[in-house]
């Protein structure tokens, strides 16, 4: 690790203060920073810690019924805590790595990291959340621009996270042997208005929506209704793990199974 | 009735209070007044020419004490290989020298090129980033046939290819085997690579050095399974140090599997640094670091082929196997392949003609060296896995195949150098079938099925060869180390006893057996002995421990001290009892004169020895003996595993349902040791049967250098073991009749796994013959839909 600063302000605006310092960087749970800052791959001036903010701090549930998830909860606080109001999305929490890293990894970490294979960018993007920044409001559709890439801005911070319920959804993650990421993960819901689909782990864009299967699932909610439909595996990753022909396989026998889990 | 205390008894171990409790003390807790630490600035490159390298910025860097590069080992010793192998020409091993750190050359991602001491270990880094290295990179020899052809690029520019032997055992006469193989019923052939792995022992090594100019003593905390051999090694042959001055601890130990064996490139220099430095020298490795520089293992690449007749009879046997070794020649790295290995051939079957060709290779890739099992398992590997096809091929069942060619008279000497002392292979493969419920297979594979996954059954049986020996022999095969061992028993004043053993603990669970024994040879209580080990201070000269040889061999010698301790303290209970020393018994701790009541208690007797005031005046005072063990020949454990896996046709998953062990290991001191040293080995097999895949990219770049890419075994991964050790054939050449256990699971259980996939792909109408290692997801998936 070098050498930096360490902040831990109890408000939004100082963290947003506190960032505005050159090179200086956020810390949510640090489980993907920290280990970034021992091999010495990131040299932030400073360290801003959001663990101190109450604000951020808790799954609520909006008038409008949707679900809250401050930007700095823990997976293992929602978990818990959602389980009640969006099971599926608690339990995907409750599949991100082991205990350790559930107790003090965040969504907001884990969203504003984007890595390709982790979990909440799925359930982001298959709720059709809104990830709500200290600056503005910005649609699933719209944050996650491919591996590691997102709309946020150098010193912008998720605040929270605000999933509308579906009807019923799902989360199927087929896990890469040595990290226990997702090798593909999908997570499929179903609104009054429509399926949405989103895959992570497996194509090289980062998580994406399976639009055609969106679509054969709207017209008609039964697995059969993906038989005929296949993932190009020309942008999938292939590395030590699957083939890209194996990850274009598994990402329609997860769908699958999203679908059977629903019913 | 099961015992409960003694040999026999499931004694709970007693290190375990302060492993669990967090009162160990392991090399990284120790911390020297004044120490400075050390950073390796290690190759990014798998090859390449050093050009330049500049220190001048990193030694104006604060807190440095002093930057080392190649050119301050100009002159010292290297690293050295304990084991010439002599080649089927006669010649010797091409043996490179192994640098302390790098000469003109680097060799592997992760070869160390300079070495900066600081005050802190930040600042060492820091500085070390400052160091300039210029290297011209050349190409990277990876693929082990390509690396044997004439006009390869050279891992070592002095040696006249990389091949660093091609050694031959058994049938020498070319044309006879071919004419088996010509004459042979049926013939089953098999490509197969044993995939390279990673120890990963939890512990990453560490080691502090210290230095007293006062008394020109060293000493050296190092994280080892042999101190002694370390201290010989790097005293005698790296850095020209008077054995006498230099102390090696090898304090408490977080798990070895063989990586701990070696002699190291970075306890040499700590110990070379500490003088230069004039102040204590500490390094931790980081696990990215032991990704790159601990001994991997493995790694062959093998053509097998059997021969039966027409009565499936094996008739013969050859095998080419290409073994890496890696950039250089890790310690025992080429006794692996070898001795290790081809010896192994016969398996637990008398096929009557064998030849096993093994050529060894330098490569850009890690040192590999023995791991858990260390040449065993490669070729239990490929024995059970080309029975198991020819079984396949001959629609034979494959109990009976394997039965029908046992070895079953004993003595056996096989056609690959061995000779088997006893054994029972029927007995084991009859203890599997009740325990594995062999009956119950077909019922249990149709529930899979209503389930939509495949079921399959895996059976294979495995010989190993313990506790190595004996040293002259061993000697003429080239081993450079003798492979006794060594224990003294200390009896103290009071009666309670230290037994210093030559064996090391690291995780074995010595400090718990080994009282065991003793108490039960005097009948005195466990708690009153305790095991000391580790320091070369303190232990006579023992080999330390690996190739599951501490109780055999390390055993046999504690046994023999014992005995000459009883010995003496009956020549004091006589002259106490005024009996004659023909009449002592010794029983429950008490000397007693045969057909009388006369008795004097342990405790009296070892008080006497101290206090010798009523004492025989032949009888010298003080009661402490040595002796030093060297086996007659080796151990040989052995047994038949069953494995039953689930594959998910839909992902290619596999997940073990059900695993049966059933071993011989000869008498078993504490069952309970017994059982988890079977379940951790069968862990680290399913570990490389399922999961372990160390894997280097063309450039030689390593793909898996975390646990990110690189997959242990978890709780989750491997189901409820059952073991059965109630075969028993003692072996017939030890006081203990025991034969050694540790690596026994290793072997025995990744021909198990990969068989019960295969027997599973099958059942499900898929015609695949084989998978290589390890069986993931997505190799199923391919060999499903290739
Ligand atoms: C062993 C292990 C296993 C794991 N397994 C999984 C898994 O199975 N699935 C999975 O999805 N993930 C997994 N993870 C990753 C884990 O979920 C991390 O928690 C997550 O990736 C990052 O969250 P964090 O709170 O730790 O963020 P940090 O590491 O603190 O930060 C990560 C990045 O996000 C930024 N950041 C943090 N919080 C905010 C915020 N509120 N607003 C804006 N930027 C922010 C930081 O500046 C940094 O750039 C695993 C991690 C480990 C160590």
Known sequence: MYNFEFEKPSTIADAVAALGVEDAQALGGGQTLIPTLKQRLAAPSSLVSLSGIAELQGVCIEDDGSVAIGGATTHATVAHEAASSYPALAALAGQIGDPAVRNRGTIGGSIANNDPAACYPAGALGSGATIVTDKRQIGADDFFQGMFTTALEEGEIITSVRFPVPLAASYQKFLQPASRFALVGVYLARFSDGVRVAVTGASEDGVFRWSEAEQALTKEFRPDALMDLQINPMNMIGDLHGSKAYRAHLVGVMTKRAVEATL | MPKDSGIGASSKRREDVRFLTGAGNYTDDINVHGQAYVHFLRSDIAHGRIKSIDT???????????????????????????????????????????????QGKVRHVGDPIAAVVADSLEQARDAAEAIDVDIEELPAVMNMKAAAQDGSTLVHDDLKNNICYDWQLGEADDAKVNEVFANAAHVTTLDLVNNRLVANPMEPRVAVAEYSRGTEDYTLYTTSQNPHVIRLLMCAFVLGLPEHKVRVVAPDVGGGFGTKIFHYAEEAFCTFAAKACNRPVKWSASRSEAFMSDAHGRDHVSTIELALDADSNFVGLRTNTYANLGAYLSTFSSSVPTWLHGTLMAGNYKTPVIQVNVKAMFTNTVPVDAYRGAGRPEATYQLERVVDKAA????????????????????????????????????????????????????????????????????????????????????????RAGLYDAATVRVNATGSISVMVGAHSHGQGHETAFPQVVADMIGIDESMIEIVHGDTSKIPFGMGTYGSRSLAVCGSAMVKATEKVIDKAKKIAAHLLEASEADIELKDGQFSVAGTDKSVAWGDVTLTAYVPHNYPLEVEPGLEETAFYDPANFTFPAGAYACEVEVDPDTGQVTIEKFTAADDFGNIVNPMIVDGQVHGGIGQGIGQALLENCAYDENGQLLSASFMDYAMPRADDVPFYSVDHSSQTPCTHNPLGVKGCGEAGAIGSPPAVVNAVLDALNSGGKAIDHIDMPVSPSRVWAAMNG
């Open chain 2, 392 to 479: 396949r091929e001959l629609g034979v069942d494959p109990i009976v195949l394997r039965r029908q060619n046992f070895v079953t008279e004993f003595p056996y000497d096989t056609p690959v150098a061995l000779t088997y002392d006893t054994g029972d292979y029927n007995g084991t493969m009859d203890k599997l079938e009740s325990a594995a419920d062999l009956a119950g297979f077909a019922a249990r594979r149709s529930a899979s099925e209503a389930n939509g996954k495949l079921r399959g059954l895996g059976i294979n049986c495995y010989i190993e060869a313990c506790g190595i020996a004996p040293s002259n022999i061993v000697g003429m095969l080239g081993a």
């Open chain 2, 56 to 102: 001048s910025a990193a030694e104006g860097m604060p807190g440095v004490v002093k930057v080392f590069t190649g050119k301050d080992f100009e002159g010292v010793g290297g690293i050295p290989c304990g084991w010439e192998v002599t080649d089927k020409h006669g010649a010797p091993m091409q043996e490179p020298a192994h640098p302390i750190l790098a």
